[in-house]
């Protein structure tokens, strides 16, 4: 089998490194539109992974756990003003389990993946092919597979498989089978807290506006920081507008007190939100996964997990493939039913919860309040959906 990966990010690079460790058989090609030479290392946007995506790094070798902040404990709450506030805990010590997830910087996760693909290919050069600083610019079916125009010319190359991985964030995308815009902005940066900062807490705080997020990084010179992710509504967004001193004040008004106090936040990047997703995984020879698949909502902090278990899906499926006589087509198709269970209801509840911050009904700030009252009293429901999003469904 000749397969083609189209799209360098952490999912396709997982994807890659799995193929070419459970698929001996295959050759595999992995292109991107970046060239080789540039250094991936210093991208700080941030990611947060839960601990099934940290294992699977830990299986391929390419995960690097002094340059992650371990996540050992996610308080839930709801900001004022509500007569039922809530709040929600999960604990890793709670749950049997070394970390919860981790935070890190995206160049700490993909320069050693790439760096583990390296290797591999260098290894083996007649079966794995590094296409970097070449564009895939279309993917058309032919007989018994695909066929990819690519790089220069563009040159026509055919592939049993081809695999979508790049998938680029909701503005730049393409519309997919199923689409919505939130009509949000996600505005993402970092902040300083004052010492001991959050040592290991991660905090969703649900405000008026919409979630309000921030994720523990490891310690610099300067002392504790935190990743930021703070979702408003287009029409009533006027943080550009804001100085340095009213964005932290509003921010700290909106955060619980467990969260400290914040002395710093650095220049943010603005992001529009939407729900962009396929209904199906799978076109003829052609997949997608990851971003290029389903791009979601930040409020669950899912979206990269869920590209990971989708890399791993289809390896497993391509393998069943490789050592059974149902043949390719056979194992592609059972990925979209595969899948299903772990894919919609992510979906689903993000969508949900994104939706929800524009309703202004009478009373759904207390319903929320009381859903997360309930959820903390109701320890084995609390204890499965920590679990679902640590490993997925």
């Known amino acids: 089998m000749n397969l083609a990966v189209i799209g360098a990010g952490p999912a396709g690079l997982a994807l890659a490194l799995l193929a070419a460790e459970r698929l001996p058989g295959a050759g595999i090609h992995l292109f991107d539109t970046r060239p080789l030479d540039r250094d991936v290392s210093g991208d700080a946007r941030t990611l947060a992974l839960n601990l099934g995506s940290i294992r699977l790094l830990q299986r391929l070798g390419a995960w690097r756990p002094e340059a992650a902040q371990a996540i050992q404990t996610v308080h839930v709450s709801q900001a004022p003003p509500s007569p039922v506030a809530g709040e929600v805990w999960l604990r890793a010590t709670e749950l049997g389990v070394p970390q919860l997830g981790a935070v890190l910087p995206y160049g700490a996760l993909v320069a050693p993946l790439q760096q583990r693909w390296l290797e591999a290919a ?121 100085s340095d001193a009213q964005r932290l004040a509003v921010i700290q008004q909106q955060l619980p007190a467990v969260a400290g106090r914040l002395a710093g936040i650095s220049p943010l990047k603005c992001f529009a939100l939407g729900l962009n997703a396929e209904t199906r995984l799978l076109q003829g020879r052609a997949l997608r996964i990851g971003n290029a698949a389903q791009t979601l909502h930040p409020v669950a902090g899912q979206g990269l997990n869920l590209g990971l278990r989708d890399a791993q899906a289809l390896v497993d499926a391509l393998r069943d493939a490789a050592e059974t006589a149902a043949g390719l087509d056979a194992a592609l198709a059972r990925i979209d039913w595969q899948r299903a269970p772990d894919r919609w209801p992510m979906i689903a509840a993000t969508d949900f919860l994104a939706r929800s911050f524009a309703w202004r009904l009478p009373g759904l700030p207390a319903l929320r309040g009381l859903a997360l009252a309930g959820l903390e009293l109701a320890t084995p429901v609390k204890q499965a959906l920590a679990r679902r999003m640590m490993f997925g469904g």
Not at 123 to 134: H, I, K, V
Not at 215 to 231: I, K
């Open 122 to 242: 260098a290894r083996e050069p007649q079966r794995l092919a590094t296409r970097f600083g070449t564009a895939v610019h279309a993917i058309r079916p032919a007989a018994g597979g695909v066929e990819l125009d690519c790089g220069e010319g563009p040159v026509v190359e055919g592939f049993d498989l081809a695999v979508v991985a790049e998938g680029g964030v909701f503005a730049e995308q393409d519309r997919k089978a199923l689409t919505s815009d939130y009509r949000q902005n996600a505005w993402v940066g970092t902040v300083r807290l004052a010492p001991p900062g959050l040592r290991g807490l991660a905090i969703e705080r649900f405000t008026r506006n919409g979630p309000l997020a921030l994720l523990p990084l490891p310690d610099d010179a300067d002392g504790p920081r935190a990743a930021l992710v703070w979702c408003l509504p287009q029409a009533e967004d006027d943080i550009a507008a804001l």
